[in-house]
């Protein structure tokens, strides 16, 4: 069975500052990977995504994140925080035939911006 | 584009009621999804549809909760009758290649 680990449940980083958040994977197959963030009282809005290709991915709001199969993780990064990223962030993995079906969240990290 | 949009935003009804939610998938997508998000269980995957179909029902939790999408555009998930334990927030979401799920802002439930 898929799964997704986010071993961070709360970090907290001074603006400016750079930022990565851990993700984790389980998937016997070729996975499809996504970051995703939630702001308090919303919905969840794709940062990124990662299929196929170049393992390095970039998506909106400047994050970027790196699929590294030997260690089956898809950490995501970015270079300066600024205080509107203070949001949950969850990563998900989906299946080669059925990204829907199997798409399986992590249970979120939450991300805190001191000033 | 309009994104995926579900209704009503916030609800808080009494254990008993009956609760309907709606959604609005983007136009042209083909796949519908519900999902149901807990502090204790996170996001779930309760249902899914492809072209108004349902394929996988198995995370719906019990009989109380049914779900439906007559056409293409339109979408509910019921919860007859509602509980306490029910309170969460749904989110409705789609796609068109079964692979980036786009979604909704989600429905806030308090059953009281």
């Known amino acids: 069975a898929q799964s997704v680990t986010q071993p961070d449940i709360h970090i907290t980083v001074s603006e400016g500052a750079s930022l990565e958040l851990r993700c984790n994977y389980s998937?016997?197959?070729?996975?499809?990977l996504f970051w995703y963030v939630q702001s308090p009282g919303q919905g969840l809005q794709l940062l990124l995504k990662?299929?196929?290709?170049?393992?390095l991915v970039q998506g909106i709001k400047g994050f970027e994140a790196e699929f590294k199969r030997s260690q089956s993780s898809f950490n995501l990064r970015k270079p300066s925080v600024h205080w509107s990223d203070a949001a949950e962030y969850f990563c998900?993995?989906?299946?080669?035939?059925?990204?829907?079906?199997?798409?399986?969240f992590g249970t979120g990290t939450q991300l805190k911006v001191e000033l | 584009d309009a994104g995926v949009i579900q209704s009503p935003r916030h609800e808080v009804t009494e254990m008993g009621q009956e609760v309907t939610l709606r959604c609005k998938p983007i136009?042209?997508?083909?796949?519908l999804f519900w999902y149901r998000q807990t502090m204790m269980r996170g996001l779930e995957l309760l249902i899914y549809?492809?072209?108004?179909?349902?394929?996988?029902d198995s995370g719906m939790p019990e009989d109380r909760f049914s779900a439906k999408m007559p056409n293409a555009s339109f979408s509910t998930l019921k919860i007859q009758p509602s509980e306490p334990r029910d309170s969460a927030v749904y989110f409705c979401?789609?796609?068109?290649?079964?692979?980036?799920?786009?979604f909704g802002e989600g429905s806030w439930l308090t059953v009281v």
């Open positions: 979401a789609s796609t068109w290649d079964d692979r980036t799920i786009y």
């Open positions: 998937y016997g197959a070729t996975p499809y």
């Open positions: 990662y299929f196929s290709g170049d393992t």
């Open positions: 998900a993995v989906g299946g080669v035939t059925g990204g829907g079906n199997k798409l399986t």
């Open positions: 136009s042209g997508h083909d796949y």
């Open positions: 549809f492809n072209n108004n179909v349902p394929i996988d």
